[in-house]
């Protein structure tokens, strides 16, 4: 899933398109690299006979069960979960057959902290508090990469929004020049491959 460009403003930018970090992946691949092996060793064990056909069937369709539900599933939910920052907002959405989103103006951004354990600081994620003057007060997104540049590009823009200046194309200028790849902006159309949800 995307961000459209259809969704933003007039003379809106977009700053970054982020998902959360791939290591929500890590337990559906495990699972997946464990049941399907599994599932076929089972199979083969299973004696000649007229049942045999039925028995291998019903091996294979409980394994499948399993992965669906417990490494396709993650990957969908994961694939749908998409935080946006344009020079204006911050954008979350989520949902895969229902769809639901919070967008925080910039201006009303109180605070941003985040958070990360010693595994998390080696993986380059964590979790991300934002604080807004709003009726909603916080909103917290977890598993955010490259948690302190985003936290850093958040301040930044809320800055710039409350002064009236236009800072998007500043803070972009600033991360194609020394920033990591994994949290690189550009403009709408132009987002990197890792970045953009929609390819």
């Known amino acids: 899933m995307g961000f459209p460009k259809k969704l933003l403003g007039d003379d809106e930018s977009l700053v970054m398109v982020l998902r959360p970090h791939v290591k929500r992946l890590i337990g559906p691949v495990v699972l997946l690299l464990v049941v399907s092996p599994l599932a ?4 083969g064990l299973v004696p000649d006979g007229a ?13 499948v069960l399993v992965l ?3 490494a396709v599933w993650p990957f969908v939910v994961w694939w749908n979960t998409v935080y946006v ?12 057959f229902s769809r639901s989103g919070h967008d925080m103006p910039l201006t009303r951004l109180n605070d941003v902290s985040f958070s990360h354990n010693m595994i998390e600081r080696m993986l380059g994620c964590g979790t991300l508090t934002v604080e807004s ?19 850093r590009t958040l301040y930044r823009l809320s800055d710039d929004a409350r002064d009236g200046t236009g ?3 500043r803070i972009r ?13 550009r403009s709408s159309g132009d987002l990197p491959d890792d970045l953009d949800p929609g390819r």
């Open 51 to 63: 049942a045999q056909p039925w028995l291998r069937g019903a091996v294979a369709l409980a394994a």
């Open 167 to 169: 800072g998007a194309r």
């Open 85 to 96: 920052i344009t020079d204006r907002r911050l954008v979350m959405r989520h949902g895969v």
């Open 173 to 185: 200028a600033d991360l194609d020049g020394g920033a990591d790849d994994a949290v690189r902006g």
């Open 68 to 70: 669906l539900r417990w």
């Open 40 to 43: 076929t060793f089972v199979a």
């Open 133 to 151: 003057a709003g009726e909603r007060g916080q909103v917290v997104l977890s598993d955010v990469p490259k948690v302190e540049q985003v936290q």
